[in-house]
């Protein structure tokens, strides 16, 4: 039986998207290379969530009113957060850029911070899928970080962190290299 850590390293979302030949050889790996080398999402079925999507969701996010955007990007970080692997649709990419446009142009910080967290889940869900839509959402979430307020930022941070995690060291030299050439 595996030590205890390495059983609860999964955690409860994991464990009912895993199945059970999976989490095993999850825990056999957790064990032998330890929880930094490997990302338990790796080993979860991917979702398709497109048909779970609004179909009100981009106007939602083009909405005059910050309360409606705020709804809107509410159900859909509920969405994200809860699928811990995300398969890879076309239709993701248009969300990704909607995304992008709401964490550089939103007044309502509120608002900024909600896109942001549905960015860093998104790209954590989709994974390396996720690299060939990093120069759409990189350099407006750059522009953002002149923000003054240190909230807004971090969670700014946190996504382009996620962002940077699907597509290695040299992509990321690569976007932040394209940001500073302009």
Do not use: H, Y
């Amino acid at each position: 039986m595996p030590p205890k850590k390495a059983r609860t390293t999964l955690g409860p979302v994991m464990n009912r998207q895993v199945c059970n030949n999976s989490k095993k050889i999850a825990q056999i790996l957790i064990i032998l290379l330890g929880e930094a080398d490997l990302d338990p999402r790796a080993f979860a079925e991917p979702v398709d969530i497109v048909s779970k999507l609004s179909s009100t969701l981009q106007n939602d996010l083009k909405s005059s009113k910050w309360k409606e955007r705020k709804e809107a990007l509410d159900d859909l970080s509920a969405l994200l957060s809860s699928t811990p692997r995300i398969k890879d649709a076309p239709e993701l990419a248009e969300l990704a850029k909607s995304l992008a446009t709401r964490i550089a142009s939103d007044a309502n910080i509120n608002c900024v911070m909600v896109a942001s967290k549905c960015m860093e889940d998104l790209a954590k869900g989709m994974m390396s899928s996720f690299s060939r839509l990093r120069e759409s959402v990189v350099s407006p979430m750059l522009e953002r970080l002149k923000e003054r307020k240190t909230n807004v930022t971090d969670s700014i941070g946190a996504a382009l962190d996620a962002v940077f995690s699907t597509v290695g060291p040299s992509g990321a030299c690569a976007c932040v290299e394209f940001m500073f050439s302009r």
